[in-house]
């Protein structure tokens, strides 16, 4: 799982894409059996209507497969696009998160990240920070439980927690014998 991006895809589109394919087959299942009676300018229209249907379902079914990505989640931190007033260039990066919270409020979860420093990491946008926290509402078309995105993140902070913490320790080992060597 580590060394790898987790990427969450807004899925709304993949669910028009569906009804604009059930509706367009449909809609020719319904008309098909009307073409032996409609004749001449009407059934130009009704064909030409029917192709460019077909077309425009196409088009949305190609686009939906890869879906708009809403947020980036990695060993050194995440991206937020989700939020209306999130950079979605800045990586908020996990050396300062304090912690990460799950909130229900009604039908909408939203993920409350604490930050350490949050003026250090955001300085133009002051929206964006409430309180020193980053409140994440999760919309339910992403494709994910609020629960499983609050695992993939806690996991992620303890991977890059423990990472950071054997780098010191291999650190300070090499200071140590280093200093040993030049003692001799």
Known sequence: MYGYEVTITNRLLIVLSTFLTIFTIGLFLFLYPLFQFIHGWYQLILNIGLFVLFILMFVVLKRSKHGEVVMIINEKGFFDRISNDAEPNKMVVWKNVKDITLQKQGEESIIIVQLIDPRRL???????????????????????QPKELLRVMHNYKAYYELYIEDEK???????????QKTKQ
């Open 169 to 179: 320790k291999k650190k300070a080992e090499k200071k140590k014998k280093h200093k």
């Open 122 to 144: 955001f300085k133009a946008k002051s929206t964006y920070i409430k309180d020193g926290c980053i409140h994440i509402k999760l919309p339910k078309h992403i494709g994910v």
